[in-house]
Each structure stands twice: as C-alpha cells, then as structure tokens.
C-alpha cells in the first residue's frame, strides 16, 4: 500500500487489496487492505455506489440504503483517489467505484493508514493531511 500526492491529487495504490470489514453506525467505516498493510475509510455523507449498470445512493445514516454495498466484502480494490477538491473515489474490480463528494457542513470522509498518515476531508471540500512523525519514525 502506498500513499502519493501529486499536484491535485492524492493516489493510495494497493496491491492485491481488497474490502476486509465494514462497520455501519451512523457512518460506514470499511477497511482495505493489501500484501503490506491496511487503511481505514469513515464516510459519514451520503455517497455512491457506481458500475456498469448504473449507480445508486447511499446514506450512512440510513443503514437500510447500504444494502447494495455489503456483498462487496473481499472485492478487489485497486487504488483510492483523493481530488484536492475533496472528491474520493474508490476502485473496485468489476468496473465498479465508489465516489463520494464533499459536503458543504459535515467532514463528508476520512482515509488513513496503518504507518500513521490521515486525509480528511473538511466541510466545503477542502482537504487536511496529517502525518504523526512518531509513528511514521518507528
């Protein structure tokens, strides 16, 4: 697993990943993970399941709606793109993603990994990224 920032972007690659958990609460909390390591992603606004025959809503707080994600437990993740802008979106095998948007009130996500590193995004679409250097030293 590895985690690249490029000029309007950040690009967490994994390989051989996949969905391992999901949590629901009044958020979804999945954890992906790969050969080396796992992240954990909080979405807590509504997002999308998108594919090859068509998209569908989701709300985290509506644990009903998050039918159509949960066979998807062990499916293939190739990489998470994270747009500056606050957009995130998750690839899955199958053509399928997840996409999920900023929201102009709430912290729509947050995506961190194991080695101690954590993207939030802000209310408005803004993007924080934090690092714990004790973490990431050992």
Not at 25 to 42: F, G, N, P, S
Not at 110 to 134: A, E
Request: hydrophobic share 40%; with cysteine; glycine share 10%.
């Amino acid at each position: 697993m590895e985690l690249k920032e490029e000029k309007d972007r950040w690009i967490l690659s994994l390989v051989k990943g996949r969905i391992n958990y999901f949590h629901i609460d009044y958020r979804l909390t999945v954890d992906l993970v790969d050969e080396a390591a796992k992240a954990c992603l909080t979405i807590e606004t509504a997002f999308r399941l998108k594919g090859p025959n068509g998209e569908v809503s989701l709300t985290p707080s509506a644990p009903s709606s998050l039918a159509p994600i949960l066979p998807l437990i062990n499916t293939k993740v190739t990489k998470v793109v994270v747009l500056k802008t606050g957009r995130l979106n998750v690839d899955l095998e199958g053509g399928l993603f997840v996409e999920v948007e900023p929201d102009g009130s709430y912290e729509a996500w947050q995506i961190g990994g194991g080695d101690g590193w954590m993207l939030v995004c802000s209310p408005g679409g803004s993007v924080s990224f934090f690092r714990d250097t004790k973490r990431s030293a050992d």
